[in-house]
């Protein structure tokens, strides 16, 4: 008997949101660990690997033979959903990639998409892009959470097609937190509405509480660009100086508002 995988927070996070008994297939599986794990833990009944580089296919299929678990995981080389069938699994996990990448691979065979009901992913950028590209797609918002790793904060959603926020959910608590926050600091509600879906609606809703260290970063990022910024007196860098210190402005209320 193998011993069980043991997994960091951000993977440990990840398998939380699996639901017990599906299938699953993890996307850019590269050393499988996670479906190993779940499969070991019996929290899933099989498993699909995917991924498009040699190497981590390679690494995934020795996980598999030395788990002794190749009757119920398969490892299969190729971009996204393409080496999937449609029906083969219910249940989708995309970690550790763009949130670019992750929503081209969703696109990637529709007739796959028609039957999955869960979907777990992990973007390392552009997480408001897929807040707003899944919801208007029937998508609904089971939970979504942050977890530190190593230093680095990662946030997880798990869209599922029957339990959760649906988007008219989420447009009704971003209103309200519109208010709240406009309330207590002086922003313009007309831009405020971006950095909720950029923070995360339901993560401002909760104030999660790794959310201030989030908003740190971000305005450590802006502070870097303006200071990058060669100090011309062209009109557009002077604009967009402007801009990010205005932005700055707007994160430090938000923060405000959650620590009060
Ligand atoms: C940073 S690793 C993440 C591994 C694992 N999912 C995790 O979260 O720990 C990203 C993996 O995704 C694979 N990958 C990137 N784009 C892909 C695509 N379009 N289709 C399949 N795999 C992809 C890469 O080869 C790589 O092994």
Redesign the pocket.
Known sequence: MNKLIKLGP??KA?ASFVPQGTSLA??????A??PVHLLQAKTIVKAIG????Q???ESALETVRAYGLADVMEIRL???L?PLQKGEVETL?????GGK?IL??LQ?NPPVMEKINTLIL?P?SYEDQVRIQLLPKGWKLKAECLVTEEDLNYIIFCFSRFEGYSLIDIEKICKELTADITESVPIPSSVLLRFIWKLGPLLLWHKDKLLPNIIDQIIQQRQKIIKSMTKTERNEVKQATKELHAEINILEGIKKWLLQ
């Open positions: 951000r993977l990840i993890d996307i850019g599986t590269d050393h660990h996670l995917v991924d498009n580089h190497g981590p296919y190729g971009d996204g393409v996990v995309i970690a550790g990639m990448t081209k691979i990637t992990q390392q």
